[in-house]
């Protein structure tokens, strides 16, 4: 489900932002019916506005990360985008104790991201003489239980609150009832963390921006449907 999402991102981010890298151990083959639709919307230099990196291991994305700087001159990357962290942070490059060599290499991987956040942030104000920020997301599946309103028990999880302030969690709904139309996926969407610090939101409010929880429905031609809860 969070491949749906984060394959998403790119496409919203050529048409929204500036350039956007990718990275994930699994090459992408093929697109869900709706992404192909987001790219048949999307102009030539639009499209050129992505990239994406098969990094195999944990050493290749620190380099792949490392080297964003060198395009930089050209071009900064405004978006940065991990898929499937988890699968870094257990594969081949990660020595010593599992847990503990997790953790630290959860946040050596996320320390190098902020701070080459940081730089192409300030290479794209001054590129553009405002208030520009390169933005970082990564998805993370947790092998512990866990639920946004709550804390987790993730020892890896704790370690990227640390540095990422918004984490967004997806908990599928399995008590949902059936569409008629066909079967489809209904998961709850939490924000929560450091970041998200502004005033409560009131109950009435109409305003789906400032929401911090959805429900989220993955029709039968797998396009998605939100809604407030």
């Known amino acids: 489900m969070a491949d749906?999402?984060?394959?998403?991102?790119?496409?919203?981010?050529?048409?929204?932002?500036?350039l956007s890298s990718f990275f994930t151990q699994v090459q992408i083959q093929s697109l869900p019916g709706s992404l192909q639709e987001s790219m048949s919307n999307l102009s030539p230099d639009n499209l050129k506005k992505m990239t994406f990196s098969y990094p195999r291991s944990l050493e290749d994305l620190l380099q792949d990360v490392a080297s964003l700087h060198e395009s930089a001159s050209a071009a900064p990357t405004s978006l940065i985008i991990v898929d499937r962290l988890e699968g870094y942070l257990h594969g081949p490059g990660v020595s010593g104790g599992l847990q503990q060599a997790e953790q630290s290499s959860a946040a050596q991987i996320s320390a190098l991201l902020f701070d080459?956040?940081?730089?192409?942030?300030?290479?794209?104000?001054?590129?553009?003489?405002?208030l520009v920020s390169c933005r970082i997301i990564a998805s993370f599946q947790s092998e512990w239980e866990g639920h946004a309103g709550g804390d987790s028990s993730d020892p890896v999880l704790s370690v990227l609150d640390r540095y990422f302030q918004v984490r967004c969690t997806l908990d599928r709904d399995w008590n949902s009832a059936p569409a008629v139309a066909g079967p489809q996926d209904t998961w709850h969407v939490y924000l929560s963390g450091a970041g998200m610090t502004e005033a409560p939101i009131a109950k009435d409010e109409e305003d789906s921006s400032l929401a911090r929880e959805w429900r989220l429905?993955?029709?039968?031609?797998?396009?998605?449907?939100?809604?407030?809860v």
């Open 4 to 18: 749906i999402l984060t394959h998403r991102l790119p496409f919203v981010a050529a048409s929204e932002l500036g």
């Open 116 to 130: 080459m956040a940081a730089f192409l942030t300030q290479t794209l104000e001054e590129r553009a003489a405002s």
């Open 217 to 228: 429905v993955i029709c039968p031609n797998r396009s998605m449907e939100f809604t407030m």
